[in-house]
């Protein structure tokens, strides 16, 4: 078991962590996420909230750097589908697709699957700020759209 | 990045979705990269921006209709089931009713009433509205509820007989004051801070005066007093800020071999009026199409503006045409019509549905920055 | 708002904060003071009914009576 920081009792229940292991060689904090610009805390799981916001963003158990599962809380087909073509518009990913385990529970997952050049949390960050880019552009032309439709109707009536 | 220049677009083939007798087909998006050998399908904000287009059609106050070409079905969707669900609006959400002796039930009416679209000063309701929680399990009621959150509302109408009214009299309207309870009978009380940003026009008010709320007879009473809060659409759908929105895909028809004469005139009709013209056969369509030699004169039909057609597909069901046109839809063209029901202006809704998005993968970019890593054991 | 909780109905007919009430305890009152109005089925006339009165209206004497709204608020969610 790799160790967890939190001296707190594990429940006696199986939970979902207890499933079968992952076939992936048993890495720490894994020497290969390194590469990652981003920090990652070891350690268990959503036991520490921030001060305003709930964690909303976890990666699957039985995840490796290239591929991986994500499960967002409170997302569905509307960021899910989005996100999907965005990310597939990766020419480093390999694979990409998302699903919603049940309908009553407002849990999306999305798995990524990449070539070796990236890994699968780079994938989904560089997936992120594309769809924000995306939505600048959006925005920006259909402001400047609708303001040359407002004066083009605006000339036409005097 | 790749270099914008030298890429190539996707081939119109390859962006229209076919519309058959009796079936659909190519419509699922392929325009991802090492799909094909010729062109770069990944992703390019340059090139993206390059290849969007947006076109007005409409943009009324509360109506408008645009064209947006060149995203992918996907994105498309995403704006508009923001633009159903996810848009904060304010709507009322707890009615108190002091008295309610009219046929419609205690909760029918407060049913009615929180579904009645309210408008009011934007400002106010956008940016100084704050969001309204359930107060703690044993706390006072109202101690949640502040001037910045909450709008308060009251309707009294009392029905009673119309001594003036002609003695062979029937319609209730005369014979009755008050006998019919509509919107504008619903009186806007200002409390603390709210003067400031909903008076003179923008005092909050229904969109639609004329809702006819319930129908009374003399000595009935409706005596009640309501609370808007703001919410999402997700939550109930009296707080969508639209009637609907919704797109549809711009169709293409070809005309593949020549329709004169009478033809001609049965096929515009296959179609709405505006879709296809009638023209005369003159050496430049000859020039061009080969088929249309020895024909000239003769009425010919021509693709006018595909924007008005429903696709219903009535040419397919004629014998006579048979081979003689393709019928499709632009894959990435969609006419998106936004209906308000009043508290945004539907080009504004549009923007804030894009603002949301981005919102989302904003928050979400630094969500999974801070991510956890959970190994099985 | 015009009162406070729910009092639960006694036998007795409030007992507790009516003790000192006897003159007032033949008549009938809700906590507010105005009188309950009972309201015939036939022809419609309200009219108040004390505690031992026969059940009939005053008017067309009609035996079915029916009971005036609460005025208590009720609070609804509009959902």
Known sequence: MPSRTKKTEQPEDASMEDVPTSAQPDQETGDAMQEDEFAENGGSGNGEEEEDTVQRVRILPGSSPTAASFEFLEEGHTLGNALRYIIMKNPDVEFCAYSIPHPSEAKMNIRIQTYDTTTATAALAKGLKDLEDLCDVVADKFWTERNRFTEAGRMESD | ?377 | MSREAYQIPTSQGAGGPGAGNAAVAGRAVDNEGLPMLYICGDCGTKFPLKRGDTIRCIECGCRVLYKERTRRMVQFEAR
Not at chain 2, 283 to 310: I, R, W
Request: with cysteine; hydrophobic share 35%; aromatic share 10%.
């Open chain 2, 1 to 377: 990045m790749a270099p914008s220049s030298g890429r190539v677009p996707e081939p119109e083939s390859r962006k229209t979705v076919g519309i058959n007798k009796e079936t659909v087909s190519n419509t699922v998006s392929t325009d991802f990269p090492d799909n094909y050998p010729d062109g770069d399908e990944s992703w390019d904000k340059d090139w993206f921006a390059q290849n969007l287009k947006i076109e007005f059609h409409q943009n009324d106050d509360y109506e408008a209709q645009f064209s947006l070409i060149g995203v992918d079905a996907s994105i498309a969707n995403a704006f508009r089931r923001i633009l159903i669900a996810e848009i904060p609006t304010l709507a009322v959400e707890t009615v108190f009713i002091q008295n309610n002796t009219s046929v419609v039930q205690d909760e029918v009416l407060s049913h009615r009433l929180g579904l009645i679209p309210f408008t009011g000063g934007k400002e106010g309701i956008r940016d100084w509205m704050k969001w309204w929680h359930k107060p703690v399990e044993g706390a006072d009621q109202y101690s949640t509820t502040y001037d910045h959150n909450t709008v308060q509302l009251k309707l009294q109408v009392e029905c009673t007989h119309n001594k003036d009214a002609a003695p062979d009299e029937k319609d209730p309207t005369k014979l009755y004051h008050n006998a019919h309870v509509y919107a504008k009978d619903i009186v806007y009380e200002p409390a603390g801070a709210q003067e400031q940003y909903f008076s003179g026009d923008n005092i909050i008010r229904p969109t639609n005066p004329d809702i006819l709320i319930a129908k009374m007879r003399p000595g009935q009473v409706i005596d009640l007093e309501m609370h808007m809060h703001k919410g999402i659409g997700a939550d109930h759908s009296k707080f969508s800020p639209v009637a609907t929105a919704s797109y549809r895909l711009m169709p293409v028809i070809k005309i593949l071999k020549p329709i004169l004469g009478d033809d001609a005139k049965k096929f515009q009709e296959c179609f709405m009026p505006g879709t296809i013209k009638l023209e005369k056969v003159t050496k430049q369509h000859v020039k061009a199409n080969k088929e249309y030699a020895g024909h000239e004169g003769e009425v010919m039909a021509a693709v006018d503006n595909p924007l008005y057609d429903t696709v219903s597909r009535e040419v397919l069901r004629h014998p006579e045409f048979e081979g003689k046109v393709k019928l499709g839809r632009k894959r990435d063209h969609f006419i998106f019509s936004i209906e308000s029901t009043g508290q945004w202006e539907s080009d504004e809704l549009f923007l804030e549905s894009i603002k949301t998005l981005k919102t989302k993968s904003q928050k979400l970019q630094t969500q999974v920055q801070n991510m956890v890593y959970t190994y099985s054991g």
